[in-house]
């Protein structure tokens, strides 16, 4: 697939919370809560969406598999599985703030954390 095509499609994946990390107040704590959500491993994927409703994930996660034909279900599901476990926990610890000075401004923040997601799915093993 293009990469232009994939970046826009883990776009969709992405932005949604890194958004949320770098917006308002309320924004900002409703990010924390769905990363708390998210490591709940009392939860299931389906307990989250119904607590927090469809976000447009699993269609965004299933494009995504059609564009990456080079790779097997397993592994692919392995993926994005730990890479959104990570962007969601990157945007808390953004939202809060308090850990440390915010290295990068937050549009740069929002572009790395789409590059970055992009770049755990397409890793070399």
């Known amino acids: 697939a293009e990469a232009d095509d994939l970046r826009s499609t883990a776009a969709v994946l992405v932005l949604p919370y890194a958004e949320l990390a770098t917006g308002d107040e309320h924004q900002r704590a409703v990010v924390q809560f769905l990363s708390q959500l998210h490591d709940d491993v009392s939860l299931t994927v389906e307990d989250v969406v119904a ?3 469809e976000t ?6 299933d494009l995504l598999r059609k564009q990456m034909t080079d790779i097997d279900d397993d592994l692919f599901s ?4 730990v890479a959104l476990s990570s962007f969601l926990h990157a945007s808390a610890v953004w939202a809060k703030g308090e850990r440390r000075a915010h290295l990068v401004s937050p549009a740069v923040f929002r572009a790395n954390l789409v590059d970055m997601f992009l770049g755990a799915l397409l890793a070399r093993r």
């Open 78 to 81: 392995e993926r994005v599985r």
């Open 51 to 53: 607590l927090i409703g």
């Open 56 to 61: 447009g994930a699993v269609e965004a996660a």
